[in-house]
Structure formats: C-alpha cells, structure tokens
C-alpha cells in the first residue's frame, strides 16, 4: 500500500493555499466594492453638474450654485480619497496574488514528488510480482518436469 510519507506537508501546503486563495477574494473584493463607490460619486458629480446647468438655465440663485459647488469640491475630494484607497487596496491584491502563486508553487512540487514517489512505488511492485509470477511458473515447469520422470 502507498504512503506518502509528506502527505502531511502537503496537506499543509493545499490549506495554505486555500487560505491564499481567500485572502485575494477578500482583497479582491474591497478593491471593487471601492470602484464601484468611486463609480457612485462620479455619477454623484455628474448630477450635480447637470443639476448646476438647470439652475443656471433658470433664474440664478447665487446660494444654491454656492452650494452646489462646495458640494462637487466635497465629492472632488472624496473621489481622490477612494482613488488611493484603490491604488492602497490594488498594492495587496498584487502582494496576495504574489504569496497565492508561490503557495501554488510549493504544493505543485509537493504534488509532483508524490507522483513520482507513485510511480516508483508502481514500479517497484510490477517488479516484484514479476519476480513472483517467475518463481511460480519455475516451481510449476519443475514440478511439470519431475512428474514427467
């Protein structure tokens, strides 16, 4: 019977790997939960342009177009914030994508070195039970051949 004798490193291995692979979801994740909020407050600022030009149309009220642009420099500001966020939170997808591929790399040697230890195992035992099969048949051709005498 074949026993891997690392089969509990690569058991290790295959759940670092795992852990990898959740913690670039995660990563993942908050990197396009803060795209799609960047999204919102550009389509945000770009209601509040069309809602400046409305304004402007009508009678102009200096107040609300005061407002109106305190209010665009306000999302101004916020959208820069995110886009830093993004460029913080794509710097860990990058460095979790990086640990996850060499995590595959060490359990895809480990994988790999039991193959070849099964293979070595098959071989070894094909070469055994032909040994077998040969004693056999010798035991049998010298039986055949002392019951002929």
């Known amino acids: 019977m074949f026993k891997f004798e690392l089969s509990s490193v690569l058991s290790l291995k295959e759940k670092i790997e795992d852990t990898k692979k959740?913690?670039?979801g995660i990563a993942t994740k908050k990197k396009e939960e803060l795209e799609q909020e960047k999204s919102n407050l550009i389509g945000q600022?770009?209601?509040l342009h069309d809602e400046i030009k409305?304004?402007?149309a009508k009678e102009v009220?200096?107040?609300a177009v005061k407002s109106l642009n305190c209010y665009t420099s306000y999302i101004n500001?916020?959208?820069i914030q995110?886009?830093?966020h993004i460029v913080k939170v794509q710097k860990v997808v990058d460095k979790?994508?990086?640990e996850l591929l060499e995590a595959m790399k060490e359990r895809k040697i480990l994988d790999n070195l039991k193959e070849l230890?099964?293979?070595q195992y098959t071989q070894e035992a094909r070469k055994i039970e032909q040994i077998l099969v040969d004693e056999v048949v010798s035991y049998k051709y010298g039986e055949a051949r002392r019951s002929e005498e």
């Open 22 to 24: 959740r913690e670039l």
């Open 45 to 47: 600022k770009h209601a």
């Open 54 to 56: 409305r304004s402007s």
């Open 61 to 63: 009220d200096i107040n």
């Open 77 to 79: 500001k916020q959208i």
């Open 82 to 84: 995110t886009e830093g």
């Open 96 to 98: 979790k994508r990086e």
């Open 117 to 119: 230890k099964l293979e």
